[in-house]
């Protein structure tokens, strides 16, 4: 009975402060959301101007975009990003799910963190020194492929960027499935097969959307292993944008903007699907 | 070892051991020695930790075996993978295929082993109907409740007709109104069915309401196997009378023996009685196991009872608890059933006479 009397006297019960109650922070995050959109807003209002001028509008029109559909330049640089993305995001989707698996499920394999870290380290790595580093490399062995080029550099630095949603996933699967379907007599490929790639499908799927922008958005890396005619639309924009901003740049941004909101809203729901 | 070509014996397991590789390394089972009979409700009962589940475990393929070998029906599967093992288990926790139906779920079994998909989904349904869930097969699991999920995954491992059901504490997700439904829907399943099951539980009532047999483990190691009234009439240590059920217990001397009984002095200098048991001499020092229900309150007019004072009462609804007070630090569980209008018995204080059957009494040499 006297427990309970001298707990009641010693709980502090810590008064809870919403941050939304500190002064000013309303219109202090209001700041930062302008900060951070408000150029972009201004990017996509003037691809719909009709003048030729950034800055002072006219009235709607989508004019530029038909004319940057129309313009073989921007063709051939949208094809060469197309091409480049789907292949260095298959590659890099098949490497991270095998290191995943293999991280994630062997028995054999003894510090699996630093297996981890060292798949993300490119990450941390500033991408200027992997860019000259591969350029130094190509170069030395001779490698010249084309586009061959850039998507082996661009698979390298998409694999962890697609590892990161496999081994998630793969981390918060029942290994307990696994177990039960090989209980029901399911063979090591067959429990691959049916159980834990359908599974896994969710992340693989999530990690290859986010490979893909990456390697659609790329600019430096690519800029360094790029050999004369395989620009790609990154490229092609710095390249004009040297020459004046046009409205038709705008309508390259805008779609490139539109593009990768879309991969990575999909990334986001297909990896949080169950 | 023998080898073992008798059909009666659906698992043997000779001095089966299991160590978990570390610093230091862990110890879950000790070692086991067994034989399960084909047809049998068989039940592994202990508290966790106690290394049931690491033999279930063993017995499925989940894990290596460290030492020992286990024999299925007369074929040695201690180093066989678990897909090849005749064997299949009702998880814990299911673990149905969240992404199939509860139809592929239980035709999956079957599918492995090469029956064509017609013919396994037919016996999947029948599988279904068997646990009343036939119109159930085109649903997701996650649309089912625990109860059905529960029942799905039985389904799934008996579609196969494995030799033998392993079931890891199958029921233990589940409310006690379902759990106890389920209980006698597993007898009858295993009735119908005539698989050997092994049921590994930490809930006694499970355990003795189901079984055939029960082997009680505890610290990596088997305590006592038998049938449930053998574990709880004849407990074969402490562990065992102290895990299934309310024991009392005293440590006791052998103070003298006549004709029928033998006399035993506890601490206080209380005289307890039991019927003569061959090898126990005046002096021996024992243990005394004495259930609570065996004790029984009467009036101060019968002979040779036990006198104390109430010093607690739990009411648990059907019975009553009391604790009597036999001497300053000696006390004794009795229960009693209750009245027709749930009165007491007897009351906090009060002075009771008890009296003890000495057939009630188990010793065990200390």
Not at chain 1, 109 to 126: A, E, H, N, R
Not at chain 1, 150 to 177: K, N, S, W
Not at chain 2, 68 to 82: D, H, K, R, T, W
Request: aromatic share 8%.
């Amino acid at each position: 009975m006297s427990n309970i009397n001298t707990l009641d006297k010693d709980i502090k019960v810590p008064k809870h402060r919403d941050i939304r109650s500190l002064p000013g922070f309303s219109w202090f995050s209001l700041g930062f959301f302008i900060y951070l959109y408000l150029p972009l807003f201004i990017l996509v209002i003037f691809s719909f101007n009709s003048s030729i001028s950034a800055t002072v509008w006219e009235s709607f029109s989508v004019a530029w975009y038909f004319k940057a559909f129309a313009n073989d330049d921007i063709q051939r640089a949208a094809k060469n990003s197309m091409i480049i993305a789907v292949f260095a995001t298959l590659f890099a989707t098949i490497f991270a799910t095998m290191a995943a698996l293999a991280i994630g499920r062997s028995k054999k394999i003894k510090y699996k963190s630093v297996f981890t870290g060292v798949i993300i380290l490119p990450l941390m790595i500033p991408e200027i020194v992997t860019a000259v580093a591969t350029l130094t490399f190509f170069s030395a062995i001779g490698l010249s492929l084309g586009l061959g080029n850039i998507i082996i550099a661009h698979t390298v630095f998409c694999i962890p960027f697609a590892y990161m949603p496999i081994r998630a996933r793969l981390q918060g699967m029942d290994e307990g499935l696994e177990v039960a379907a090989q209980d029901l007599y399911a063979n090591k490929s067959d429990t691959l097969r049916l159980i834990t790639l359908p599974l896994l499908a969710p992340g693989i799927f999530s990690g290859a959307m986010l490979a893909f922008i990456i390697s659609i958005d790329d600019f430096i890396i690519t800029l360094m292993v790029a050999e004369a005619g395989a620009n790609t639309l990154p490229i092609y924009i710095y390249g004009i944008v040297r020459k004046g901003i046009t409205p038709e740049i705008n309508a390259v941004s805008t779609i490139l903007l539109i593009i990768s909101i879309i991969f990575v809203t999909l990334s986001y729901w297909i990896g949080k699907k169950r | 070892m023998s080898e073992d070509l008798d059909l009666s014996v659906a698992i043997t397991a000779n001095n089966l051991r299991k160590v978990y590789p570390g610093n230091p390394p862990v110890v879950a089972l000790k070692s086991a020695s067994l034989k399960i009979a084909d047809n049998e409700f068989f039940t592994l009962l202990g508290p966790s930790g106690c290394g049931k589940t690491t033999l279930l475990r063993l017995i499925a393929g989940f894990e290596d075996i460290t030492d020992g070998e286990l024999i299925l029906y007369g074929n040695n599967i201690s180093n066989l993978p678990p897909e090849i093992r005749p064997v299949n288990t009702v998880f814990q926790h299911y673990s149905l295929f969240p992404h199939m139906s509860i139809l592929e779920n239980v035709a999956f079994g079957l599918r492995r082993l090469g029956t064509a998909k017609l013919q396994a989904e037919q016996i999947a349904q029948e599988m279904l109907e068997l646990v009343h869930l036939g119109d159930y097969g085109s649903r997701m699991p996650n649309q089912l409740s625990g109860g059905q999920q529960q029942r799905v995954a039985l389904a799934r491992a008996l579609a196969p007709q494995p030799k033998v059901l392993l079931l890891d504490e199958p029921l233990s997700a589940l409310d006690l109104k379902l759990r106890q439904a389920m209980r006698s829907e597993l007898k009858r399943l295993q009735r119908e069915t005539g698989i050997t099951f092994v049921f590994v539980t930490h809930d006694q009532e499970e355990a003795l309401s189901m079984s055939d047999r029960i082997a009680v483990m505890s610290s990596g190691e088997i305590q006592q196997i038998g049938t449930p009234d053998e574990i709880y009439e004849r407990p074969a240590n402490r562990f065992v009378a102290d895990f299934i059920g309310d024991a009392n217990f005293y440590d006791a001397v052998v103070n003298t023996t006549s004709e029928n009984n033998i006399n035993y002095e506890i601490h206080g200098g209380q005289i307890l009685q039991s019927p003569i048991i061959e090898g126990i001499t005046v002096g021996d020092k024992v243990t005394l196991i004495l259930r609570p229900e065996k004790i029984a309150f009467v009036d101060n007019k019968v002979k040779n009872t036990l006198l104390g004072k109430v010093s607690e009462i739990a009411y648990l609804g059907n019975t009553t608890d009391y604790v009597i007070s036999l001497s300053d630090d000696l006390t004794m569980k009795v229960r009693a059933e209750n009245h027709f209008d749930g009165e007491p018995i007897a009351n906090i204080g009060e002075s009771v006479n008890l009296a003890i059957d000495p057939k009630a009494m188990r010793v065990l040499s200390a």
